[in-house]
């Protein structure tokens, strides 16, 4: 690595005082997050951005305090480590920081050894926050995935759907003709049931094959929700579960297709209702918040575990048993569709909450 060299007097804008002024202002005008530790692992010097990416108050970073001790730092340790031991710089390293936020952040750094005079004297950080991109990267990645699907599907399913649709037909002349003290009613039955269950299987995959259009229309965020929850009242007493709604007083009208809406609504309603136990309860709010309508479900079921990696959007996804892995991702290509968005995550009393938000003009991009 070369040798590091201060700028002249001049260039810095100054010596002592003014020039170290120079290079804080230099610091504090870069858009990435630059740490600076001596070999003890002690705090030399950070700027404003680093700070912001850390989710931290301005000039928290005091100098002299050590990485290990500080909360939001403690995962950078072995990286500082690493160069230490090693002498070489690293690249393109991802760590996830838990920032005390319902999200946690994701940080893209770099760490390099700081040389003066031909020795290493520390460890310089570079870090950008990628929770953002990374964020916009999962979902291009689910309508990528969304797409193959379409392509996939476009394919075989008509292939399936024309033998599946004689197999119901037939069962269902079977049940006419057998009367139902008939002990072949029960098996003619059981056909067509499960001959019905393919067959609306196949209309969920035809809905990817397909262009994934919305029809907006005036309506009121009561009419989405009010719709949402009739589908679901069903199985919500079924399964002994308890469905709350509320909904914020004098709420504006919206534009949104209400059946679809409706739906993507009800897709997380009924993930609700299975998880939550006989006697639980899953809640739908609604409310406004600046140019939006929050659909706000949650239940009190165990929450959602997942996995490094794991995304509850993806298609074939599921945590349920026997789950297509299709509903969610259904729910992901409506919401997206009228430029809104969707999120999730554990309460800390317990149970899961799915914040859906969508504008209240289509064209009001977030």
Known sequence: MKKSTRPPAATAGGSGHHGEEYHSHVLDALASGV?????????????????????????????????????????????FKQVLKSREPLERQELLLDTGEEDRKEIGLSAAPLMIDDAIRGVVFLFTDMTVRRKFERAAEINRQLAALGELTAGVVHELRN??????????????KLGETDERYTAAEAIFREAGSVEKAISQFLGFARPYDVHPVHCTPEEIASRATQLCSRRADKRGVNLRYEIQE???????????????????????????????????????EGSEIVFEITDTGPGIQLKSGEDVFKPFFTLKEGGTGLGLAIVHRIITAHNGSVRHYNRPEGGACFEVRLPLERGALR
């Open 35 to 79: 740490l600076a530790l001596d070999l003890d692992g002690r705090i030399v010097a950070a700027n404003e951005a680093a700070c912001a990416h850390l989710g931290i108050g301005p000039h928290a970073l005091t100098p002299g305090a050590l990485l290990e001790e500080e909360p939001r730092l403690e995962t950078m340790a072995p990286f």
């Open 163 to 176: 033998p599946m649709s004689v197999i119901s037909a037939m069962a269902e002349i079977l049940m006419r």
């Open 250 to 288: 004098d709420l504006p009208g919206m534009q949104a297709d209400v059946g679809r809406a409706a739906q993507a609504l009800a897709n997380i309603i009924n993930n609700g209702i299975d998880a939550a136990s006989p006697g639980g309860a899953v809640s739908l709010t609604v409310r406004r």
